[in-house]
């Protein structure tokens, strides 16, 4: 499992810079030939001053040495440039480029799903920034490699003096890492409560920020007990990483004393062999640094083996966020039928449940759409409404049953060809940061015809509004990006979202509240266009205000999850049932 997301944090960095791959294997021969030379050409020298060897010999040999280790600093310093800085800037880029794939492409379903939501807050906390461990795991193995590689061989060398020394490290090695085992197995028990606790954290911050908030926070005067309930989420946090790090406190004292016992022992013993003259002053010169050095390998060991646990630990969360399957058929797909032509839909006993619901928000659905038919659907808030239409149009899969487009269940389309059936304006209204026109189009400049989007927002009733701007269509939106935006209302937003589904000219119409934010004046004035506009379109329409439901050929009450009622304006009135009842409280507000 380990290999797997070593591996994986090293494709990451492949993907955004081949050649930093190829320091890390160069750093690796660097950084040992560097330390073992650094070692090494105090021995050589005192041994050739020893010898009394003659001056040009002494300089030839030396300065050769010098030379070569001049050469290995280099290319050392160049590799560690990349492999400390670059690794975890570029796999800070790769996270950010497959984050955003990941987000726009998912199936929506899974993106409401408050599993996928959990695992989302642990993989962004994992990759925070270019320094958290699991973006800089090319680094940790690096140095990983490098201590490995060293403590054999200067263990080696130790080992070759008198193998009583290698068991006194070997022991202090042993109890270093149970405290890291521990340390880390701490870590990972905690890391679901920590991380809910950080989610909470990130949802707090989110409320206060947010500008639809501003005004209930001031005029109930919930900036104390935001403050408040913050606080003590954020006590908690503290608490939680707090014992986290006490147990690596901890795991690091032991490492210290360890270093402190091993070492005095070893230099005892050794001092002891160049008195009784078993080595030379060039060996103790050389053996003693190669102790000193063997404890920095061992202790480098304990901490890079730690390291990489928690940086594979904290990838796992990311790997397993990029690797959450979609349920819809992102393959390939059977051919869509003619979109010049209005479909016939379907729903075949359809049930949907939301995750972790305690009941079904829609239960054995059955329906027949007509090519061309248009259908309101009306309904107290959280009778499924909405949660219908997002069945319809491939937003969400059913529990059970099937939807299907021309007799055909939806899930044998492909999910991407299947969306561009649909043109859909839902309540929540995106802008890009981009000008009108591509708003609209939502296409590219050289892919957006001018005409069109000019004449979609005449339909929609935001043509005038738009010709007393400066720069007309061209002109931007999103402020926070674009200085020189312009700002829309909430109804103006609306009639920008309709000219967007105007422009795409799908064969099939959602609307979901449309018209929520106009004056009943201005939405009676809309649904006389929309009568119109939509001939020869399969159209549906979602919409609290009964009265502006009275040109659609048929009229679904949900009630409870399912089709209560369902027939034209003038067979439900004719009814005298929940419609009727519905249409009467609100009629005398139009009266």
């Not at 005192?46 to 002494?58: L, N, S, Y």
């Not at 809910?196 to 639809?212: F, N, T």
């Not at 986290?244 to 406190?249: H, I, K, L, N």
């Amino acid at each position: 499992m380990i290999l797997k997301q070593v591996s994986f944090g090293f494709r990451m960095l492949w993907d955004m810079k081949k050649t930093a791959v190829l320091c890390c294997f160069l750093a690796v021969i660097a950084q040992v030939a560097w330390h073992f030379l650094g070692m090494f050409i105090p021995r050589v020298v005192i041994d050739e001053i020893t010898a009394g060897v003659d001056p040009w010999r002494f300089f030839t040999v030396v300065g050769g040495i010098a030379l070569v280790f001049a050469l290995v600093s280099y290319l050392r310093n160049y590799t560690n440039a990349i492999v400390e800085q670059a690794s975890g800037t570029m796999g800070s880029f790769r996270n950010a480029i497959l984050s955003y794939q990941k987000e726009v492409t998912m199936d929506y379903s899974l993106m409401e799903d408050p599993a996928t939501k959990k695992l989302k807050e642990k993989a962004g906390r994992a990759g925070y920034s270019n320094h958290a461990p699991a973006l800089n795991i090319p680094r940790t193995t690096v140095g990983l490699v490098v201590n490995v590689i060293n403590f054999f061989l200067y263990g080696g060398i130790i080992l070759a003096v008198n193998p009583i020394i290698i068991l006194l490290l070997g022991v202090s090695v042993a109890i270093n890492a149970l405290f890291m085992y521990l340390a880390r197995k701490y870590e990972r028990k905690t890391r679901e409560h920590r991380s809910e606790l950080g989610e909470k954290i990130h949802a707090l911050y989110g409320y206060m920020s947010s500008e639809s908030h501003a005004k209930d926070i001031r005029l109930y005067s919930l900036a104390g007990f935001l403050a408040s309930f913050t606080r003590n989420v954020m006590n908690k946090f503290g608490k939680a990483e707090g014992s986290v790090a006490a147990r690596d406190m901890r795991t690091e004292l032991v490492s210290v004393l360890m270093i402190l016992v091993r070492d005095g022992a070893a230099y005892v013993f050794l001092i002891s062999l160049i008195i009784n003259g078993s080595i030379d002053l060039g060996e103790f010169v050389f053996i003693f640094a190669a102790i000193g050095m063997f404890s920095t390998w061992v202790t480098g060991i304990n901490q890079r083996v730690s390291e990489l646990l928690r940086a594979t630990s904290e990838l796992g969360d990311v790997m397993a966020y990029y690797n959450l399957k979609d349920t819809s058929n992102t393959g390939k797909g059977l051919p869509l039928p003619d979109k010049s032509l209005p479909p016939a839909l379907s729903f075949k006993n359809v049930s949907y449940a939301y995750p972790e619901a305690e009941k079904p928000t829609l239960k054995d659905i059955d329906l027949e759409i007509k090519p061309g038919e248009r259908i309101a659907i009306v309904g107290n808030n959280g009778a499924g409404k909405t949660t219908l239409v997002k069945l319809l149009c491939g937003l969400y899969h059913p529990t059970s049953g099937e939807v299907c487009l021309n007799d055909v269940p939806s899930m044998q389309y492909n999910r991407d060809e299947y969306f561009s059936m649909f043109s859909a304006v839902f309540q929540d209204i995106h802008l890009l940061a981009e000008t009108i026109e591509i708003n609209v189009s939502q296409l590219t400049q050289e892919s957006t015809d001018s005409k069109k989007v000019e004449e979609c927002l005449k339909l929609a009733g935001l043509y005038d509004k738009v010709q007393t701007l400066p720069n007309k269509e061209k002109t931007p939106l999103v402020r926070q990006i674009n200085e020189d935006a312009t700002e829309f209302s909430g109804g103006e937003k609306q009639k920008l979202a309709i000219a967007r589904a105007l422009y795409r000219d799908a064969p099939v119409i959602i609307l979901d509240e449309p018209t929520a934010a106009l004056d009943p004046i201005a939405e009676s004035q809309v649904y006389e266009q929309y009568a119109q506009l939509m001939q020869g379109k399969t159209s549906m329409y979602i919409s609290h205000r009964l009265a502006s439901t009275r040109f659609c050929d048929r009229i679904l009450l949900i009630d409870d999850g399912a089709i209560a009622e369902m027939g034209s304006h003038d067979e439900l009135m004719a009814l005298g049932g929940k419609y009727a009842r519905m249409f009467g409280i609100q009629s005398q507000y139009y009266n």
